[in-house]
């Protein structure tokens, strides 16, 4: 074979397995889907923003999956992190503050809920936001679907960046992700002519919308269009869900994403 010839497929082969290589490369914002050489070259690259997406497993009356809140923060946190564009998303926080078990209060008398003590899930929260320090991440950002644990979010963060002082890395917890997919969200609702005792503030019409729009599997649609009025025995607090749709849902989907998006932008500019 003439040598000319041989270097043309040697750069056939090379240019081959150069494409190969890149289309395995996952297009993602989700750090679990990416090997640690190519998290480190995303961190090189400028994504020094790592979102933590809080969720928890707990009841959400018959027709909302135990999952709900995290399945809506994972979607919810890929908007936001593609949004952003220098931020990637951790793996979503399941264990979180529920209430007692012995007796079993709030919504651990209802099967399938988990609870872990608060100074533990505080502890997780540290322990994984050191993690991403180390490994070069400068703003971690917790978002958390649940309103119980909101507290023990502004305590993790105060701790940290006590911690932290004089380091290149902060810790987040904006409000603004949980205002907005609660009294933000039942704010629209309203302005759409829902009351609130249609809207409620657990499983109800507000609840139900949103996971609709963004993780409509989570949702027992057949059984919940032919329903009776559900009520607390059932798990369902202050509303009724049984008008909720995707499209009322998108309406606070898409404000929980861009106050997230505004607030995060916010505050880490004045770092």
Do not use: C
Request: charged share 20%; hydrophobic share 45%.
């Amino acid at each position: 074979m003439q040598p000319s010839l041989r270097r043309a497929f040697v750069l056939l082969a090379l240019t081959a397995a150069a494409q190969v290589a890149f289309a395995q490369a996952p297009r993602t914002v989700e750090l679990q889907d990416l090997t640690w050489t190519e998290l480190r070259a995303e961190i090189q690259a400028g994504k020094t923003t790592v979102i933590i997406p809080i969720g928890g497993t707990e009841q959400s009356g018959p027709y909302l999956a135990l999952g709900k809140h995290n399945a809506r923060v994972q979607v919810l946190s890929q908007r936001i992190a593609e949004a952003l564009g220098n931020a990637l998303v951790a793996p979503v926080v399941a264990y979180v503050p529920e209430g007692g078990t012995a007796p079993p209060t709030a919504h651990m008398r209802f099967p399938g809920t988990i609870t872990v003590p608060p100074d533990v899930f505080e502890k997780t929260l540290a322990s994984a936001a050191d993690s991403f320090k180390v490994h070069g991440f400068r703003d971690i950002v917790f978002l958390g679907d649940h309103g119980g644990y909101q507290a023990d979010l502004r305590r993790v963060v105060a701790r940290l960046n006590k911690s932290w002082a004089g380091t290149a890395a902060r810790a987040w917890a904006p409000p603004e992700y949980y205002e907005a997919s609660s009294s933000g969200f039942a704010a629209i609702l309203r302005r759409h002519g829902y009351a609130d005792n249609e809207i409620g503030t657990h499983a109800a019409l507000a609840d139900t919308a949103l996971e609709l729009a963004v993780a409509p599997e989570m949702v027992r649609q057949q059984a919940l269009r032919n329903a009776p009025p559900p009520g607390p025995a059932d798990g369902v607090y202050g509303g009724d869900p049984r008008r909720a749709s995707a499209e009322l849902g998108r309406l606070g989907a898409d404000a929980i994403v861009a106050k997230t998006v505004a607030a995060i932008r916010h505050d880490t500019a004045r770092r």
